[in-house]
């Protein structure tokens, strides 16, 4: 998981219980986050209370950044693509960290993979074209890669989404605060012509009730359509 959703553990309650009666064997659900961000809680549980009856489901947890230091003294390499993800402020040095970590792999396959996956991870964080630039020198090794091209373009696209979504909630907190997490839920569903709207009408609103009218708008022009 990229960012902590409650109902996403819900979801894995519900599918390790059906694939446990499908399969007619034990099935066990791994979490792993594979990003820090802003978020401070990682939940690992799911749990049901009714009437003084609990219910509770737990998961193991895997909070990748904190593998970090075995992944930089070679223990990990295949990891290494990920290494952008575990700071606060990703750097170029960091994906250059990575492809060197990614060159000791001696596999031709595995090590054109890992790049592929370095690529778009960075993409996440980096516009196209420093992205294009650090990874100029492995084009050859990046072609041994089935899915680059596939990989490249939805790292392009999240990416984007990503970032102006980011750029959003960090305008919104400075200019009404902290949005809540139902709020930040509407704006991440938002279609990508939406948020280029919600990037510019952003900065006209003076309170949370703005921001609440603009998303209700946008529902209804949504239904009309």
Do not use: C
């Amino acid at each position: 998981m990229v960012r902590p959703e409650l109902k996403q553990l819900q979801n894995f309650h519900v599918k390790n219980g059906l694939l446990t009666g499908s399969l007619r064997q034990p099935v066990a659900t791994v979490i792993v986050y594979l990003e820090r961000g802003r978020y401070r809680n990682f939940p690992d549980e799911y749990s049901v209370r009714l009437d003084g009856v609990v219910t509770v489901t737990r998961f193991t947890r895997i909070l990748l950044w904190e593998y970090a230091e075995r992944i930089r003294n070679g223990e990990l390499k295949e990891l290494a693509p990920l290494l952008v993800l575990f700071s606060e402020q990703p750097s170029t040095e960091i994906i250059i960290e990575e492809m060197k970590l990614i060159n000791e792999v001696k596999e031709v396959r595995e090590r054109s993979d890992l790049l592929a996956l370095a690529a778009m991870v960075a993409f996440r964080k980096f516009r196209r074209n420093l992205v294009e630039k650090l990874f100029y020198k492995e084009h050859e090794m990046l072609k041994e890669s089935n899915f680059i091209q596939e990989w490249i373009k939805e790292g392009r696209e999240e990416g984007w989404r990503e970032g102006r979504i980011t750029t959003i909630l960090t305008l919104l907190e400075q200019v009404l605060g902290r949005v809540s997490s139902e709020l930040e839920q509407k704006i991440r569903r938002l279609s990508d012509r939406e948020i280029k709207k919600l990037t510019k009408d952003l900065l006209d609103m003076k309170n949370v009730g703005d921001l609440e009218e603009w998303l209700e708008i946008q529902n209804k022009n949504n239904q009309k359509n």
